[in-house]
């Protein structure tokens, strides 16, 4: 069993940042892919960025390449979403999601998900 627990949200200025937290208690955790995604209001969850179990490739939705980035540390069994730059569209409930598929992150299906974290980035 995988739980995770994401920290980390809160409210920051347009053109601040933000480093996200996800934390798991599983033993397992080291084998699976991470990814994060997020949800605006009134709007469907998507994908922001992924990272494959051994950290050594990653993924990122086009909207934040470039200011976003995904780390993992396996040894503490947490992935981090380093967010800079950070636009108000950017304002969102962040979740991290837990995925045993090796393939594309936006194509898996994802085993466990964390409770989310709110970010709110003001104008």
């Known amino acids: 069993q995988v739980q995770l627990v994401e920290s980390g949200g809160g409210l920051v200025q347009t053109g601040g940042s933000l480093r996200l937290s996800c934390a798991s208690s599983?033993?397992?955790?080291?084998?699976?892919?991470v990814a994060w995604f997020r949800q605006a209001p009134g709007k469907e969850r998507e994908f922001v960025a992924a990272?494959?179990?051994?950290?050594?490739?990653?993924y990122y939705a086009d909207s934040v390449k470039g200011r976003f980035t995904i780390s993992r540390d396996n040894a503490e069994n947490t992935v981090y979403l380093q967010m800079n730059s950070l636009k108000p569209e950017d304002t969102a409930v962040y979740y991290c999601?837990?995925?045993?598929?090796?393939?594309?992150?936006?194509?898996?299906?994802?085993?466990?998900w964390g409770q989310g974290t709110q970010v709110t980035v003001s104008s």
């Open positions: 599983g033993r397992t955790f080291s084998s699976y892919a």
């Open positions: 990272i494959s179990w051994s950290g050594k490739t990653t």
């Open positions: 999601g837990a995925t045993s598929y090796s393939g594309p992150p936006t194509r898996a299906t994802y085993d466990y």
